[in-house]
């Protein structure tokens, strides 16, 4: 008989997956929409959450349908080549590329930055990222239950906190929404929806939805319907947590403001808020409990790409992998916050439409009979416009013109693609191409059945 999960199973899961996606890291960026947003700041704050909460859930319930063991495995349906290189990529970008290198640049920002003068900041950045990294070498390569004790008491650390200091800004706001910059002035919502990008969290889900199936499983659900309603409660859970928490720091942003003025980044409107509110005292309880979690996610991830690369390349040690995810880490977290988000942006605009068409196959994929003919014409499609849009975004950020052979692509899709301009130039020609070669894979299919029931 098939066992039944109690609501208390569930919500146990649901914490567990909030604690897996909500990086310190992420505490940042509705922080600087909500500084940027605005008097825009709702419509900016619903885009952000589809694209912050709502894929990553979306993510978690794809594995779940799709019955893999991992997400090489569901994008090995696309070409297995294609397969190790979209998932290196992806376990690079939420590691040691820019997620890693993120949560040392978060915790110092946040934690250390307002005890350290300008004029020591990089020194400062230097010398805590050296033992933030190191710890993090240490601890990766000597995995203990510590680590989960930290991140148990952390997690509900971390709620607390921002509960009381939430609750502190509706119920006495720093100041009133100021008027929104240019980029939030006009398009709010799509901009806010390309924003969500940054938390990476979608990405992520790719990854953590096998963790949250191997721990339903454990728990004796067996059939993959049960599986799937499982995943789909628990990831309820989660996206109610991390929607709430979204939802008040980018009020907190906005109202930030009148009293700071526009930060770079996220970190400075948290560590100003609890000095305004709580003084040094609230400085400090921030601090300690950011740089933790900052730390165990920092673990957690390189924990995971050393152990996913050491599966690709055996004859190089799982140590091996983590003293060098580390190292590169480390360097990156140098170039500071900014820069890290900065250079994450065109890769992450080239990535997500690929994630987001492979979620949208796998849900699609009993309709079409699973032909391959689908996923690699959708990709195909994506692709092509997605890596111009990473590389446009790239030219944009960094002020730098267009390479000769991009410039006619460039205007070609911004004059014919609906959305472009805003990061969604993908989505409308994916779609029909998704129907027409479903069409095609769909008459194959049932004409290879047919010839084999005749041979039977």
């Known amino acids: 008989m098939e066992k039944k999960l109690s609501f208390s199973s569930y919500f146990i899961i649901g914490v567990m997956l909030f604690a897996l996606f909500f990086g310190a890291g992420n505490l940042i960026f509705p922080a600087s929409l909500g500084q940027n947003a605005g008097t825009n700041l709702w419509p900016a704050v619903i885009g952000f959450l589809i694209t912050g909460t709502g894929l990553p859930f979306l993510g978690i319930l794809a594995m779940g349908f799709s019955g893999s063991r991992n997400l090489q495995e569901l994008a090995s349906r696309i070409n297995p080549i294609y397969a190790v290189i979209f998932t290196s990529l992806l ?21 250390i930055a307002p005890f350290v003068g300008d004029d020591f900041a990089k020194i400062g950045l230097f010398i805590f990222t050296l033992a933030f990294f190191g710890i993090t070498v240490w601890l990766s390569l000597n995995p203990s239950k510590m680590v989960d004790r930290v991140g148990k008491i952390l997690s509900p650390g971390i709620i607390i906190l921002l509960a009381v200091l939430l609750i502190t800004v509706i119920v006495k706001p720093m100041g009133s929404f100021e008027a929104p910059q240019e ?34 499983r454990a728990l004796g659900v067996t059939s993959k319907k049960d599986i799937l309603s499982a995943t789909m409660k628990s990831g309820i859970v989660a996206t109610l947590f991390l929607s709430i928490i979204y939802v ?12 700071f003025g526009l930060f770079d980044t996220g970190g400075p409107v948290l560590s100003g808020a609890s000095s305004y509110y709580f003084g040094t005292f609230g400085l400090i309880m921030l ?22 690369f050491h599966t690709l390349f055996p004859k190089i040690s799982y140590k091996a992998f983590v003293v060098f995810f580390s190292l590169l880490s480390f360097t990156i977290a140098n170039f ?12 992450l605009m080239f990535l997500y439409p690929l994630a987001i068409v492979l979620m949208l196959l796998t849900f699609l994929s009993p309709l079409f009979k699973h032909s391959r003919l689908v996923y690699v014409a959708a ?10 849009d990473g590389l446009k975004t790239f030219c944009a950020l960094f002020e ?22 805003e990061g969604l130039g993908w989505l409308v020609p994916v779609l029909p191409v998704i129907v027409v070669t479903g069409i095609i894979g769909r008459v194959i299919s049932n004409k290879q059945e047919d010839l084999k029931a005749s041979e039977v």
């Open 91 to 111: 376990y690079l970008t939420i590691g040691p590329f820019f997620a890693t290198p993120r949560t040392g640049a978060v915790a110092y920002d946040i934690g």
């Open 287 to 308: 601090a300690v409990i950011i740089i933790l979690a900052c730390l165990t996610t920092s673990i957690g991830l390189i924990t995971a790409c050393g152990e996913y």
């Open 183 to 216: 980029a939030y002035s006009s398009g709010a919502f799509l901009k806010g929806f390309t924003e969500g990008y940054n938390t990476m969290d979608a990405l992520a889900s790719l990854v953590f939805g096998i963790i949250v199936i191997n721990a339903i």
């Open 248 to 259: 008040g720091i980018a009020y907190l942003g906005a109202t930030s403001t009148e009293k």
């Open 336 to 347: 500071g916050l900014a820069n890290i988000i900065n250079y994450s942006i065109p890769v």
């Open 379 to 388: 990709t195909a499609v994506t692709f092509c416009i997605s890596i111009i």
């Open 400 to 421: 730098i013109p267009y390479w000769g052979w991009m410039a006619p692509i460039v205007d070609f899709y911004e004059s014919n693609l609906p959305m472009y301009a």
